[in-house]
């Protein structure tokens, strides 16, 4: 549904295990009247996505709960509160989904599965057939590409190194779709679709903003950008700190890339129309002037920035592991930053519809909460 005349856009990052708090917030999100138009996603953000277009609204957090359950039920456990214990537990369970997987997701091959001298060698570690028959379970493939939410999912031709987008207003989706679009090496083997191959988006960019913005109508638009890692955090000062930091790193830069970007076309494209209003007519058509006002996307858009931030019990792992006592806590976690959001007095006094790009980064709890606005009017 749409609030107020905006079109609703959810956007997820991919980060494995960590997906939990998206569904969370979606399932936040949705009580507070603000479900999405169109859902774009990559790797576990896609197969969050999945699950939300591919039921009707009042079936999507029964899905998401199933799904996550399912993945999480052989690591379930009672809560542990010590820190140190907290953080030896998630090395420990994030070791054993590393030989054992996990259950509906993906299970381990053969050793010999690897030898040079059998007639087809894996080229990955695990096997995600287990995630195909998971997917059916959760998502009406025939509810998806007919009447659900916009699904929009991103993939890398292997061959080719190119992005691509798999998207339900252009095509069928399929479970081959979103089972590619999380194949990550060399942990999961390539997907074939059409004959070409596909690895996981993250590989090029793990957020699908850039394609969002790229394809946005006229309709003021509503984003809600829910990423898994921070772009900014705390130089390490352990080796698990080292692993956490560095992912955070490779994986958000592209987000905060593709904001920033995007907050300098609209800026531009208000010098040219500040511009065209101090030029004689005719040099109004001209066509280098109004391929700068055409800059950035044409209509206002509210982006809502809610951002997994680092767990104390958290490291390197955190991405694969799969407990049923981390996944709870991400998802509360979800909850709650869109709880913060929505209460914030910056957003409950946000101008709907206001020309330009606003950005709220509302949810953290310390000062680096943020409304950043830039405009396209004259």
Known sequence: MSNMGETNVLVLQGGGALGAYQAGAYTALAEAGLDANWVAGISIGAINAALICGNPPEDRRAALTGFWERVTARLATAPITVPFWRSLYGEAAAANVLATGVPGFFTPRWPASFLPFVPHPAISVYDTSPLR????????????????????????????????????????????????????PPGFAPVEIDGRFYWDGGLVSNTPLQFVMDNLGAEPTLIFQIDLFSARGNAPESLADVGQREKDIRFSSRTRLTTDRYRDLHRLRASANRLAAKLPDA???????????????????????????????????????FSRLSMTQHWAEGREDVARTLNHEAWQGRTIGQEGLQVFDLSATDTSASTRTSTTSG
């Open 133 to 184: 028959k998971t997917l059916l379970d959760f998502v009406d493939f025939d509810y998806l590409n007919t009447k659900g939410p916009r699904l929009s999912i991103g993939a890398v031709d292997v061959e080719t190194a190119n992005f691509a987008y798999f998207d339900s207003a252009a095509m069928e989706i399929t479970p081959d779709h979103i089972m590619a679009s999380g194949a990550l």
């Open 283 to 321: 040099l109004k058509q001209d066509p280098d002037l109004l391929a700068l006002q055409a800059a950035g996307p044409a209509c206002p858009i509210t982006l809502v920035e809610l951002i997994h931030r680092k767990q104390s019990f958290e490291g390197g792992t955190k991405d694969y592991e």
